[in-house]
């Protein structure tokens, strides 16, 4: 379980808190956002409904394409899941662009 605590934290940036080198401590307040985002990721359930909800959070924009994309090419919840869990990781930010629609070829 530490092993997947820790690679949460890694992947997630540690939600760019900042760490007091020379005593090696968080603010108090950063404690309290690190405790609730890792009861978070241990108490939900794994599914399609939580994938989505951090997809959405992350990058409000692409989601929104992404709900589209699905929608017009039919794609079934497991590819779903699996589409919004990698782009949740390799996103560095929202996808979206002047003259790009979800549909266009």
């Known amino acids: 379980m530490r092993e997947k605590i820790s690679q949460y934290l890694l992947d997630n ?10 005593n090696q401590c968080i603010k108090d307040h950063d404690t309290q956002l690190l405790k609730k985002r890792i009861v978070s990721f ?8 939580s ?10 924009m692409s989601h929104q394409y992404f709900k589209e994309f699905a929608t017009v ?12 869990d990698f782009l949740c990781y390799y ?3 929202d996808i979206f662009g002047k003259n790009w629609t979800p549909h266009s070829t």
């Open 91 to 93: 996103l560095e930010k």
């Open 73 to 84: 090419n039919n794609l079934k919840e497991v590819s779903q899941f699996y589409l919004m």
């Open 42 to 49: 241990l108490t939900t359930e794994p599914g399609i409904e």
């Open 13 to 22: 940036k540690w939600f760019y808190i900042g760490i007091n080198k020379d």
């Open 51 to 60: 994938m989505e909800a951090i997809f959405k959070q992350k990058f409000p």
